[in-house]
Nanobody
Framework: QVQLVESGGGLVQAGGSLRLSCAAS????????MGWFRQFPGKERAFVAA????????SYAVSVKGRFTISRDNAKNTVYLQMNTLRPEDTAVYYC???????????????????WGQGTQVTVSS
């Protein structure tokens, strides 16, 4: 069983940056595929960024490519989402997710993930 806790959300002006963290407990994340999703009010969760267990495969949503970066620190059992050049349309609740298994590809669908954090709110003002 993996427990995920996101942090780092908050209010930022357009053009600013935030770094989200996803700390895991219960299992080491080094053999898990990890992903970040976001949810707008009244919408389903949407893919943001992900990598497979060893980072050999990484994927980004078109809307965030070049602005967001997913990374991990296995020593801290934590995954990060660095978000730069934020826009008001990035305002959402952000979730991290984990999927057990040494798959070769990053997972981009919510149903591929076994574990989810509680979410952290990101608000970008114009």
């Amino acid at each position: 069983q993996v427990q995920l806790v996101e942090s780092g959300g908050g209010l930022v002006q357009a053009g600013g940056s935030l770094r989200l963290s996803c700390a895991a407990s219960g299992r080491t994340l080094s053999t898990y595929a990890m992903g970040w999703f976001r949810q707008f009010p009244g919408k389903e969760r949407a893919f943001v960024a992900a990598f497979n267990w060893n980072g050999g495969s990484t994927s980004y949503a078109v809307s965030v490519k070049g602005r967001f970066t997913i990374s991990r620190d296995n020593a801290k059992n934590t995954v990060y989402l660095q978000m730069n050049t934020l826009r008001p349309e990035d305002t959402a609740v952000y979730y991290c997710a984990a999927a057990a298994g040494r798959y070769s590809s990053a997972f981009v669908r919510t149903e591929q993930y076994n574990y989810w954090g509680q979410g952290t709110q990101v608000t970008v003002s114009s």
